[in-house]
Each structure stands twice: as structure tokens, then as C-alpha cells.
């Protein structure tokens, strides 16, 4: 069965930086495009970044402003999310995401069919 794995959150202080990996199991991985959401307490999940199947497309939340990168080895079936100068109000759990198919179709939830159980990040002020 398709299984999506996440790794890397924490407790940092502000303007740390930390590294989100995801790992699927159970499906062809480079046949999808991959996304991270992230939901805080009392808040809507929201899209983070997505990556196309191959890698060769990537796209970001509004509220990234290029402090994060998005990857992906499809060799080792992995999705990573690199977090620099991460700040109080990127406290959430981040949670990776299978599109429904290779291409990005959006940042709507509704566009993908399977979800890690997530990890939490936790930004000291």
C-alpha cells in the first residue's frame, strides 16, 4: 500500500534552518508530483512547495519568499524540503503529499490522494 514517511522536524530558534525529507513506499515514486503542506494549531492547512514528477518544476507558497527549497531523488524514492531562516509563525506540522498525477495541478489539498502522518516543527522566537 502507498506509504508516505516524514523526518527531520524539530525545536529550533529562530533564523535556523532545518531539513524536511519524505519518503514513499508502496507506488512508482518518480511517476508523481510530490507537495508539503503544513497545518498550525487553530489554522487551515496550507500548501508549502510542490515538485513535479521529474523534478524539473517547482512551486511555493506565497508566504515562502525564498527561504525554502523544495527536491527530490526519485532514485531513493525521497522528497526533501530545505528550511532556512525560519521564523515563529513556520511552527506547524509539515506533512508530504502525493499529486494525483506527475504534473502540479495546484496548491488545493483536493488535489492529492496521499498524506504522510506528518512531522512536527516547532520555531523558538
Known amino acids: 500500500q502507498v506509504q508516505l514517511v516524514e523526518s527531520g522536524g524539530g525545536l529550533v530558534q529562530a533564523g535556523a534552518s532545518l531539513k524536511l525529507s519524505c519518503t514513499g513506499s508502496g507506488f512508482t515514486f518518480s511517476s508523481y508530483a510530490m507537495a508539503w503542506f503544513r497545518q498550525a494549531p487553530g489554522k487551515e492547512r496550507e500548501f508549502v512547495s510542490a515538485?513535479?514528477?521529474?523534478?524539473?518544476?517547482?512551486y511555493y507558497g506565497d508566504f515562502v519568499k525564498g527561504r525554502f527549497t523544495i527536491s527530490r531523488d526519485n532514485a531513493k524514492n525521497t522528497m526533501i524540503l530545505h528550511m532556512n531562516d525560519l521564523k515563529p509563525e513556520d511552527t506547524a506540522v509539515y506533512s508530504c503529499?502525493?499529486?494525483?498525477?506527475?504534473?502540479?495541478?495546484?496548491?488545493?489539498?483536493?488535489?492529492?490522494?496521499?498524506w504522510g502522518q506528518g512531522t512536527q516543527v516547532t520555531v523558538s522566537s
Open positions: 503529499a502525493r499529486a494525483r498525477t506527475g504534473y502540479y495541478s495546484g496548491s488545493s489539498f483536493t488535489q492529492y490522494d496521499y
Open positions: 515538485i513535479r514528477k521529474r523534478g524539473t518544476s517547482t
